[in-house]
């Protein structure tokens, strides 16, 4: 579901970002 795309913007950008994104 898009997690593996979420991830790799995880590491560049805040942890934030990546509660954001659906999960």
């Known amino acids: 579901m898009g997690h ?3 991830n ?3 590491i560049r950008r805040p942890r934030r970002n990546f509660l954001k994104l659906p999960g």
Do not use: F, L, N, P
Request: hydrophobic share 0%.
């Open 4 to 6: 593996s795309t979420g």
């Open 8 to 10: 790799r913007q995880s």
